[in-house]
């Protein structure tokens, strides 16, 4: 029997023993991930089967595993990603839950086997209905919301027993701006990356993190934005967002949720709009030195837009996804607007000169 056989059976059997075995399955497109996810429909109910296999990538680091232990596990342990772990995925919930947010509840779950089932929120992602002409405006100020109240409080030491909340640090944002010397740089220059190249990328951006005030730590989703975020209209408040894929959540700054939402890879968000939202939030946050903020919120973008870059790449060379390569062009564009800041100047400079804007675009070629 195939792998995908005895992954099937293990699920029915999963759904028969919480009481969901009668269920109607519909399988919903997937993305990026390793994870699957089934809308079961039974008796008038409807509900998700998440289906994380547990050899389809790397796990989570050991909470208490060393810089070097955890590069020596692999990316996911050195990022600080969850994996193939569906326990981060589940106390994460409950933590958003209990903070008044509206990540699916958890109904039945095996985490040892990576099946959860879980609330449905919906099918009304943002992305989806701001293309249908929904209020955008409303949406974004209701995400903006939500933000301020999970940044009311500060970043848990841990989210249940024996799962600390990690700290996105160092070691954590350099492997993710590695992405893109490793990925992206080879396929836009069509040579291998010198490692004088990679070693003074990697130094310059370590010197960056070091002298930006990043400001307090809070609980960071990691990827907040438009086709995470859904709509639920017939609710009231917090409530109407719906808040999924927050499984990889660290403890980081205020300002990289609201920089993943306003500087969005898979659509565009309009400056006026963008430089409105970051005004709510900071009104509303109570935020006190806004210059630091801006700088902060500078560098995580251009960070996680060089992360991005990288992955996009990495997705079309290894995972043999070119769609990815589309988004490029408003990547870039987010970042080059990031680097413009004066705090990352050397960033700039050091970008200007390895990958020339003409190098930068390359959705139209396949990365060599």
Known sequence: MSASALRDDAARAFLAESGWGAAQLEKLPGDASTRHYT????????????????????????????????????????????????????????????????????????????????????????TDIIAKGADELGLYEAAIDALVRLHAAPAPASLAPALPLFAYDDTALLAETDLLTEWFMPAALGRAVRADEAAEHRALWRAALREVNTGASVFVHRDFHAQNLLWRGRHQGLARVGVIDFQDAVAGSTAYDLISLLEDARRDVAPQLAHAMTARYLASSGTGNKADFHASAALFAAQRNAKIIGIFARLAKRDAKPRYLAFLPRVWRYMEGDLAHPALEPLKAWYDRAIPKRLRTIAERTPA
């Open 39 to 126: 809308r079961l429909r039974m008796n008038g109910r409807t509900a998700m089967l998440m289906d994380q296999p547990q050899h389809a990538e790397g796990g989570s680091a050991p909470p208490t595993a060393t810089p070097e232990e955890r590069r020596a596990l692999g990316y996911n342990a050195t990022a600080r990603l969850a994996g193939v772990d569906c326990r981060r995925f589940i106390a994460a919930s409950e933590y958003l839950r209990k903070s008044g947010l509206a990540a699916p509840e958890i109904l039945a779950a095996d985490a040892k086997t990576g099946f959860l089932i879980i609330e449905d929120l919906g099918d009304d992602l943002y």
